[in-house]
């Protein structure tokens, strides 16, 4: 996949590269595999995430679905998730994950998700791991309470079908519009609005004052564009969940994430 938005994820490489020499974690590895096990110490462990796990309310989630995973990223103890499809496995020591070519999902995940562990463990971000439950539902009513609150009854689009935040949203805001990548969620009605595909982002940001984008768009290489397009069209972008905690911190874009830990 081509990285659009190889600029910015060069600006974060290099803050991620001062990270890792003023902290002295350049010698540091990272052990990537499938399977549940025990890092050894300064190590960074990624394992994938059971779905069980989130005990999630539906089978609308992709997750659930089992279309993207969870890896888990542990660093010195400090936990983050990432969403990925395509999951990971092997070791690297962290003065490698920096030189990793960010053109694929694989590597994408592997690099942000250090990001995320690391900065989890030096203090720099919080709210890295993914909520459980029924969390997702009072998540999604916080999120519309917030957008009304914050913007009043603006034209909003959600970039990721995330089925509470978009019936949440769509239950709010008179126009309101959804896009999604998997094509088993195009056509999904939602309130008064149709689940679109992700090719109508960009003539949806024409239209809209708020773009709420899933933190996913930073592993498959889609939120660059949409960020940049939204600076310049002055469309206000949030982004959500766990997966770009690390990124927008390094570049102060508005994130939102309620209830994970």
Request: charged share 20%; hydrophobic share 40%; glycine share 8%.
């Given at each position: 996949?081509?990285?659009?938005?190889?600029?910015?994820?060069?600006?974060?490489?290099?803050?991620?590269?001062?990270?890792?020499?003023?902290?002295?974690?350049?010698?540091?590895?990272?052990?990537?595999?499938?399977s549940s096990g025990t890092a050894g110490s300064g190590a960074v462990e990624f394992k994938i995430v059971p779905p069980e796990w989130f005990e999630l309310p539906s089978r609308e989630y992709a997750i659930a679905r089992g279309k993207e995973v969870i890896m888990e990223c542990v660093f010195r103890g400090a936990k983050a998730h990432v969403f990925t499809a395509?999951?990971?496995?092997?070791?690297?020591?962290?003065?490698?994950?920096?030189?990793?070519?960010?053109?694929?999902?694989?590597?994408?995940?592997?690099?942000?998700?250090?990001?995320?562990a690391v900065m989890r463990y030096l203090g720099l971000i919080d709210k890295t791991i993914h909520c459980r439950g029924?969390?997702?539902?009072?998540?999604?009513?916080?999120?519309?309470?917030?957008?009304?609150?914050?913007?009043?009854?603006?034209?909003?689009?959600?970039?990721?079908?995330?089925?509470?935040?978009?019936?949440?949203?769509?239950?709010?805001?008179?126009?309101?519009?959804?896009?999604?990548?998997?094509?088993?969620?195009?056509?999904?009605?939602?309130?008064?609005?149709?689940?679109?595909?992700?090719?109508?982002?960009?003539?949806l940001l024409k239209k809209v004052k708020v773009a709420l984008v899933t933190g996913s768009a930073l592993v498959n290489s889609t939120l660059w564009p949409l960020y940049s397009e939204a600076r310049r069209l002055g469309v206000e972008l949030i982004v959500y969940g766990v997966t770009a905690a690390g990124a927008t911190k390094v570049l102060n874009i508005n994130r939102y994430c309620r209830f994970g830990t």
């Open positions: 996949m081509i990285n659009v938005g190889s600029g910015l994820d060069e600006v974060i490489r290099k803050y991620f590269m001062n990270l890792i020499s003023k902290h002295g974690l350049g010698s540091e590895y990272i052990t990537a595999k499938a395509s999951s990971f496995s092997g070791s690297l020591m962290l003065k490698d994950v920096l030189e990793l070519d960010l053109n694929t999902i694989s590597n994408r995940a592997l690099f942000y998700g250090s990001l995320n029924r969390e997702p539902l009072r998540c999604a009513e916080s999120l519309a309470d917030e957008v009304v609150s914050k913007y009043g009854d603006v034209p909003a689009l959600l970039v990721g079908y995330q089925p509470a935040m978009a019936k949440a949203l769509a239950g709010v805001l008179k126009n309101f519009y959804v896009t999604d990548m998997n094509p088993d969620n195009i056509g999904k009605k939602v309130g008064n609005s149709v689940v679109l595909s992700h090719t109508e982002n960009f003539r």
